[in-house]
Every structure is written in structure tokens, then in C-alpha cells.
T-cell receptor
Framework: NAGVTQTPKFRILKIGQSMTLQCTQDMNHNYMYWYRQDPGMGLKLIYYSVGAGITDKGEVPNGYNVSRSTTEDFPLRLELAAPSQTSVYFC???????????FGPGTRLTVT | SQELEQSPQSLIVQEGKNLTINCTSSKTLYGLYWYKQKYGEGLIFLMMLQKGGEEKSHEKITAKLDEKKQQSSLHITASQPSHAGIYLCGADISGNTPLVFGKGTRLSVIA
């Protein structure tokens, strides 16, 4: 199993540009999550999904959108990128909330 | 998250020394998860604790959840350079909801 994969690994965006961060898991997990990690700030939940077609906001959803059309994929869309969105983004998945989460390697995004 | 406080924020220890990292919640912990993050990489799951008083060990790392289920400690015995990284605690503080994470403890092990 590849586990949780994320693409791209690095990206530089200009202010106002848009992009989609891809996340795929091959463990047949129902739950998937997007976090951002800023230096010294731990992980903050952006959006999560409990299954295909169901998504919900986390702690910091503004400026982001998600969709979950399949069990495997959970893309994160950034519209009108802003410098405040410079961060490392992690995707994770789990069988359920009471089980451990498996994390992808992260996407390092810089908005200038 | 402010709901989870980790201490210390950073730690530098000499190789072979023992160390403890703490994770404290203002609410009852339904589940407590410890992760390790190597610099520039994703998080690796270490251990999960759910019952008050529970203790788990893996190699030289031991994690405990106190009886009141509001604090957990991670203890590393005879630290090695391979233990260096960022340790994060994550917790379910509402029951069946996504985890909230502490800010992490950055551990450096020097020879």
C-alpha cells in the first residue's frame, strides 16, 4: 500500500492565483482530513470528510474548498491565494475518528 | 490548539539521557494520540491511549494517560539521535470528532 499520497510536494504561487492540492489514500478509509502547519503552531484542521459526498469545516476553512467524490480522493482547492496561506499542508486519513490518522508527506506552499 | 498544551516547547538533551514531554488538556480526553514528525516530513503515529491510567511502550518510548484523562506524558529512555524530531499530541476532546493537536515539542539529541 502506498498509504496517503500528496501532490505536489512544493509549489510557489503568486497572489491571486488558484491551485488544487491533491490527496489520495489506498486504505479504504472513510475519514479524510486536511491540515495546515505553520511554524510553532502545530496542526490546524481546515476541512474533513466522513465519506464520499460529505464534507465539513474545521477550525480554519476560510479561503479553501474541498470535495469528496470518491473514497480515495480528497482534493483541497485554494482560490485567490494570499500570503497568509503560505504553509505546509498535510492530508490524513483514518478508518474512524477513534482510530489513528495516517498522514501524507505534505505540500509546502509559498504565496508571494 | 489552545485546548491542548504541550511542554516543553523545545528540548535539547545529551545522548543517553532520559526525557519527558507532557500534553495537558482543559477537557476530558476521549483519546490521546502521540505522533513524531521528522523535520520536513509527515507525521508518524506512535501510540494511542484511551483509558485512564493506560500505559503503552514501544522500544524506548513510553506514554501514559493519567487517571483523570486530562494529561498524558511521553517518556524516552536513553535517548538517541534517532529520537530527534517534533513530537505532537493529538486528542479527541469531544467524542467522535476530528483530533485537535498541540503545538509540538521540538527535541534535539546531541552527542
Amino acid at each position: 500500500n502506498a498509504g496517503v499520497t500528496q501532490t505536489p510536494k512544493f509549489r510557489i504561487l503568486k497572489i491571486g492565483q488558484s491551485m488544487t492540492l491533491q490527496c489520495t489514500q489506498d486504505m479504504n478509509h472513510n475519514y479524510m482530513y486536511w491540515y495546515r502547519q505553520d511554524p510553532g503552531m502545530g496542526l490546524k484542521l481546515i476541512y474533513y470528510s466522513v465519506g464520499a459526498g460529505i464534507t465539513d469545516k474545521g477550525e480554519v476553512p476560510n479561503g479553501y474548498n474541498v470535495s469528496r467524490s470518491t473514497t480515495e480522493d480528497f482534493p483541497l482547492r485554494l482560490e485567490l491565494a494570499a500570503p497568509s496561506q503560505t504553509s505546509v499542508y498535510f492530508c490524513a486519513s483514518s478508518y474512524a475518528t477513534i482510530y489513528e490518522q495516517y498522514f501524507g508527506p505534505g505540500t509546502r506552499l509559498t504565496v508571494t | 490548539s489552545q485546548e491542548l498544551e504541550q511542554s516543553p516547547q523545545s528540548l535539547i538533551v545529551q545522548e543517553g539521557k532520559n526525557l519527558t514531554i507532557n500534553c495537558t488538556s482543559s477537557k476530558t480526553l476521549y483519546g490521546l494520540y502521540w505522533y513524531k514528525q521528522k523535520y520536513g516530513e509527515g507525521l508518524i503515529f506512535l501510540m494511542m491511549l484511551q483509558k485512564g491510567g493506560e500505559e503503552k511502550s514501544h522500544e524506548k518510548i513510553t506514554a501514559k494517560l493519567d487517571e483523570k484523562k486530562q494529561q498524558s506524558s511521553l517518556h524516552i529512555t536513553a535517548s538517541q539521535p534517532s529520537h530527534a524530531g517534533i513530537y505532537l499530541c493529538g486528542a479527541d476532546i469531544s467524542g467522535n470528532t476530528p483530533l485537535v493537536f498541540g503545538k509540538g515539542t521540538r527535541l534535539s539529541v546531541i552527542a
